[in-house]
């Protein structure tokens, strides 16, 4: 997990732009009271990021692929993650 302040010259853009690589999922969903932009290489297996805004800060989390974890799984573990 990675967490920059709204005003830093260093934070990701929001919404981001899509990478060049291929990606089974790209959607804007609603977690945590806000837009949070997701992606997954696989649902099934990863790997994912969620990308979002929330009081003055932008979180961006990443999970690789894995047997252990699906995009269902991160997206719960996205809206119950706590914050700065």
């Known amino acids: 997990m990675v967490a920059i302040e709204t005003g830093s010259e260093r934070k990701v853009l929001i919404p981001p732009e899509p990478e060049t690589h291929m990606a089974e999922v790209r959607e804007a969903i609603k977690l945590r009271g806000t837009t949070v932009w997701y992606a997954a290489l696989n649902e099934r297996y ?19 692929a894995t047997l252990f974890q699906n995009g269902d799984q991160f997206k719960m573990l996205i809206d119950g993650l706590g914050t700065a």
């Open 46 to 64: 990863g790997a994912c990021e969620a990308i979002w805004e929330e009081e003055g800060v932008h979180y961006i989390v990443w999970a690789g």
